[in-house]
């Protein structure tokens, strides 16, 4: 099993341009996690899917944050336009549901936004 | 406000001493927390469990405490390792959120050679 992937590993952009983050989760999982973690705030939900659907975006911090799951073997995070508060590391997990919840992370995708 | 507080935001310990890494939580609905290991540039890795039903969970050299009525919850590493040192993650969850966990800031341990 390779576990959850994501591309790229690092990403630097500038000011201003779209970034988009990809993910694709443990075959057979339902429920699918984008979190972002900052020194300042830890690690933070933004978004999570289950079966395809997204349940709750409250994380998402604004419009520029978008997030889609079109099947269930892929995801992505998008920003447009990015900003350098941006810059941070984005994990995406995925998990079969279950009681105890437990989440597989992906290796993340640390972003620097210039 | 935090329903997943780790109030330490690091700790640092001897080799060979024990490791504890304190947990706090404020809802009550939550029955099964998790603890996370991190090292640098990696994901989070799950290390342990415990359900609401227990008080006590132990793994090798990892021991998880739970206090119900305290909401407390603890991580006891005997013997801590300089292997052990990484960011570890509290989380918690109410087992009806589809699969949502909270987690808390994270602790950075340090063990010393």
């Known amino acids: 099993d390779a576990g959850v992937i994501q591309s790229p590993r690092h990403e630097v952009t500038e000011m201003g341009q779209e970034v988009t983050l990809r993910c694709k989760p443990i075959s057979g999982h339902n429920s699918l996690f984008w979190y972002r973690q900052t020194m300042m705030r830890g690690l933070e939900l933004l978004i999570y899917?289950?079966?395809?659907?997204?349940?709750?975006d409250s994380g998402m911090p604004e419009d520029r944050f978008s997030a889609k799951m079109p099947n269930a073997s892929f995801s992505t995070l998008k920003i447009q336009p990015s900003e350098p508060r941006d810059s941070a590391v984005y994990f995406c997990?995925?998990?079969?549901?279950?009681?105890?919840?437990?989440?597989?992370f992906g290796p993340g995708t640390r972003l620097t936004v210039l | 406000d935090q329903q997943v507080k780790q109030n330490s935001p690091s700790l640092s310990v001897q080799e060979g001493r024990i490791s504890i890494l304190n947990c706090d939580y404020t809802n009550s609905m939550f029955d099964y927390f998790l603890w996370y290991k991190k090292y640098p540039a990696e994901g989070p890795t799950f290390l342990i469990s415990i359900s609401s039903i227990k008080d006590k969970n132990e793994d090798g050299r990892f021991t998880v405490f739970l206090n119900k009525s305290a909401k407390h919850l603890s991580l006891h590493i005997v013997p801590s390792q300089p292997g052990d040192s990484a960011v570890y993650f509290c989380?918690?969850?109410?087992?009806?959120?589809?699969?949502?966990?909270?987690f808390g800031k994270g602790t950075k341990l340090s063990v010393k050679p």
């Open positions: 989380a918690a969850s109410d087992g009806g959120s589809q699969g949502n966990l909270i």
């Open positions: 997990a995925s998990s079969l549901y279950r009681a105890d919840n437990e989440q597989f």
């Open positions: 899917f289950n079966n395809n659907v997204p349940i709750d």
